[in-house]
Structure formats: C-alpha cells, structure tokens
C-alpha cells in the first residue's frame, strides 16, 4: 500500500538501523513502501553492537567460573582453569559481524536501501546525508536511539570508560570501579567479578536498582557482597586522578579507590542533539526524549519516533514493537499502539533478577490492599555443591480481586522462567490459578505455584 508521490523520492525514511529503526522499515516495505535507512555506525544498533547480545555474551562467559567451583560437589575435578580475555573479545566481535550482516541482509532481502552515514533533517520532508545529498520522503522515522551519560563535568571524568568501550577493553581490568547503580552498571560488575576482576561499584542511591523490587535489590545487593564486590552505595565520585598505570577515584566524602579502570554507567541520554529537530519544530519532552503520541507521532505530523530517542520504556523489545506498531498504523493501514503495562525486565547479574508488573510497593500504592506472597530458597544445586546462594520469588496480588500485579524473581534463570510467567501476569490470572497448576517436580519454578 505504499503512496508513491512524484515528489518524493521515498515513501519512508528511517534515521538510525538499530532495533526499532529495522523493524519499522522491514514492516513498511513489506506493505510496498519505498523505504531508504540511514545508520552512521553498524547496522543493528545498539542491542546488537553494543547492548544486550554482547553483553548477554559476556555474562555467559563469566558463568563458568561459579560452574567450575560446583563442579568438584558433583565429583569432578577440574584443574586450574584459565581465562582469556582477548578470545572472548574475538568471538564475541566475530558473532556480532555475523548479526550485522544479518540484518543487512534482510533489509536488502526486503529492498530497503541503506545508506552509511549520519543523516539530519533539514525540512520536514528533507533528510539531508553525510555526502551532501538530499532526500525526499514523504514520512520520517526518527530512531536513533541513546547514548551513554558520562555525569556532571568532574575532574578527570575523561579517563571514566562508559559501556561502549567495555566490550573492547584490551585487557582484563584486575580492579575496576563502576559507577552506577543501574542494570547496566550492576550487570558489568556481575561480568567482571566474574571474570576474575575485582569490582567496586558506587552508587548515588541508598541502594542498586531503583525500580526494582526493595527485596529484590536488598537481596541481590547481598549475594553480589558473597562474591566478593564491594557495593558503596549513597556516594558518588568526585574526582578521577591518573597516576603511573592506576587510577585513584575521590568519592564525595574524601574516600579514595585505586583500581586499573573507571567505568561509569550513569543512564542513557536519547540522541536528539544535532539532528536538526529544532528547526523541523519536532518537541522535545521534558524527560529529554522526542515527544510522541501512543502512535509515535511526534509534533510534526509526517515524522514519527519510536526507540530509546522517545524514552519511554527503554528496552529492546519495546522499541521493537514501537517500530512494528508505527509501520503497521502509517503503510498497513491497521492502527495500532503500543501497551506498556506488563513489560518484562531482567536484570543479567549474579544470580540474575527477573520481574514484570507492580512491585510491592508501587502496588501498595496503587490498590492499597494487597497481599504478598515469597518463597525465600536454597536451588537443590546450590545445597548439592555447597553454594550458599539463595533465590527468592515474590507473587504481588491484589487482596480483593486476588490478581497477580507483580511477580519479582532472583535466582538461577529467573529471566528465562518469567518470560514464560509474564504471559500469566499480562492475561490477568489469579493466586487461585497459579495454586490449580501442577508443580512441575523437581524445578526451581515449582516455587511460583506453591507460595501460600
Ligand atoms: C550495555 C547495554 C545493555 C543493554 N541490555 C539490554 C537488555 O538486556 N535487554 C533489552 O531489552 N535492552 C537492553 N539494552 C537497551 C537496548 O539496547 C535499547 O533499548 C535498544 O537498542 C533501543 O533500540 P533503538 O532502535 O531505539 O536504538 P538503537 O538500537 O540505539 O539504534 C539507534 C541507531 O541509530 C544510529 N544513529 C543515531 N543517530 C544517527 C543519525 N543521525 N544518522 C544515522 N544513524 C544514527 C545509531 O548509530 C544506532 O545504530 C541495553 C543497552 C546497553 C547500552
């Protein structure tokens, strides 16, 4: 269904090949539009380049350790096992080139050109490109995405890495400070600790995590202590001085840390400067992203934006489903939006944290009378090879209607068991149906239908 208007080149623009931007021109060109993609870095974005894949990569990498300490429970013995930073550099870089050239693939495969290099918009319906040229579009999609925040202009803040070097750091760090108390930066220190790395992580807030369940992050805050990272939190850094091969990191109280690197992991800033948005009269929302409307529409009625540069939820498959939702509203001619309620999220750290819906407190305050179920546990593998680590399940139900609003996991392939628990969540089910499902014996996610 695609509007083929003489003067312009192409039906659909996209700014930025990351997560929302490809799924939204694949979908548009399967309807028949015209659709061209401009990506000044690597097709695929920040999910695949730099986010979730090779992070994802990376947490498995630092498994094994745990792996090979409970082994000797289960009667093997392994010999001293060695890690090699450098190899897994590799063989993570070699399987992201692999996606890239997947995606690439697949919007040749559906006729989208791609262009490489940065675009901006000069009018509403003029992109302007890296080499000069114009290009025509009677419909803009802005999905560019964010970018790291490096914090408040401090002393030596230029030696401070942000995420996007971590995935090529030469070496190793034997010591590092993370600043942050986010997933990003939790899940890095999770990695490096590890790997092998001795991790300081400092955070602003009382505790890492805001957002999550309070047990939850309590409990993890707990379990990152046993495996020997140091969690500072209400601090943060007011100085980063070099000195020979070290780093000395100055908290706001005078305290000092000497590690080999810094990294921060403070948020993420959409990318909305330089873009031409001003001129375009494109709003900018006051939490920083592209204003839009539950369609995507930004002020501008022919530009949409979908993705992390809307900040709204700021995950991949949500930007996923932005860019599906947009596609299918302008070129399938099926209005559709996007529903934020029911999102899952997890959190990659050790042991890994999973959720979706109301935490506890936010329920509190929502529906008042609630009631909360947990189940605090030993995984059988955990008492078997001696690991003291503890998972912990927390139901959230609303005491009148005895809806689940929430569950919170932490625990060996949390993430992995609620994916499949959000369905239950997202459908409105109730305590009394999770009580009627069978235990599935023996398993960790018995424990979700057993809570009384
Ligand atoms: C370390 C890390 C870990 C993460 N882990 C997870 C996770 O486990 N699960 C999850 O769901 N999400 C995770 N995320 C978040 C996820 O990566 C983002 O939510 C998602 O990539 C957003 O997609 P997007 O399409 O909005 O933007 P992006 O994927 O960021 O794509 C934007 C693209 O636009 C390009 N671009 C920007 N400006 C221009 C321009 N002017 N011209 C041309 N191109 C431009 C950029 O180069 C980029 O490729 C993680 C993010 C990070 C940083």
């Known amino acids: 269904m695609g509007r083929r208007m003489a003067d312009h080149d192409v039906d659909l623009f996209v700014i930025g090949a990351g997560s929302g931007g490809v799924r939204a021109a694949r979908i548009a060109a399967s309807y028949g539009a015209r659709v ?22 990376l947490v498995y990498a630092s498994r094994f350790f745990g792996e090979f300490e409970d082994a000797a429970g289960y009667g093997w013995t392994v010999g001293q096992p060695e890690f090699h930073w450098p190899a897994l550099i590799a063989n993570k870089d070699r399987e992201i080139a692999r996606l890239e050239a997947a995606y690439t693939t697949t919007l040749e495969r559906f006729n989208v ?12 319906h003029t992109v302007r490109l890296a080499s000069g040229a114009r290009v025509r579009a009677e419909t803009i999609l802005i999905s560019t995405g964010a970018w790291p925040y490096m914090g408040p202009k401090i002393p030596g803040r230029e030696h401070a890495i942000s995420s996007n070097e971590a995935f090529h750091l030469p070496e190793l760090p034997k010591r590092i400070l993370i600043h942050g108390g986010g997933y990003i930066a939790v899940e890095f220190a999770c990695i490096f600790a590890g790997l092998g790395s001795k991790v300081t992580l400092v955070c602003r807030n009382v505790n890492i995590l805001r957002g999550f369940d309070d047990d939850i992050r309590e409990h993890l805050r707990n379990e990152m202590g046993l495996r020997g990272i140091t969690v500072i ?12 091969d070290e780093y000395v990191t ?19 800033q959409p990318n909305v400067t330089g873009l031409g948005l001003e001129d375009v009269n494109v709003r900018i929302h006051e939490h920083g992203g592209i204003e839009v409307d539950a369609y995507s529409q930004t002020s501008v009625p022919n530009i949409y934006a979908v993705g992390d540069v809307t900040n709204r939820v700021n995950l991949t498959p949500v930007a996923i489903r932005e860019g599906h939702a947009f596609a299918d509203t302008v070129f399938g001619g099926n209005k559709r939006s996007t529903a934020y309620d029911c999102v899952p999220s997890a959190v990659f750290s050790q042991p890994p944290l999973a959720a979706v819906g109301l935490t506890e407190g936010a329920a509190r305050n ?18 078997f090879a001696q690991r003291h680590e503890r998972g912990l399940y927390k139901l959230v139900v609303d005491a009148v209607t005895e809806r689940i609003l929430g569950i919170h996991m932490i625990g060996p392939e949390a993430p992995e068991i609620l994916q499949a628990a ?3 969540v997202k459908a409105g089910l109730t305590k009394a149906d999770f009580d009627a499902t069978v235990a599935l014996h023996p398993s960790m996610a018995e424990e979700l239908v057993l809570m009384r």
């Not at 005078?254 to 921060?264: E, P, Q, S």
């Not at 009631?371 to 059988?380: A, E, G, I, Q, T």
Request: aromatic letters at 6%.
């Open 113 to 124: 050109g791609i262009i490489k290099g940065r675009a901006t918009l000069e009018d509403a």
């Open 422 to 424: 959000a369905i239950a």
């Open 250 to 268: 100055r908290l706001h109280d005078g305290l000092a840390v000497a590690t080999d690197k810094v990294m921060f992991a403070l948020g993420r």
């Open 233 to 244: 939190s209400d601090h943060t850094v007011a100085q980063i001085d070099k000195s020979g």
């Open 366 to 383: 929502k529906y008042g009378n609630i009631k909360v179920y947990s189940s605090d546990f030993r995984p059988m593998k955990n008492v």
């Open 36 to 57: 061209m993609v401009a990506e000044e870095y690597r097709v695929g974005g920040t999910c695949v380049i730099r986010g979730c894949v090779p992070k994802k990569l």
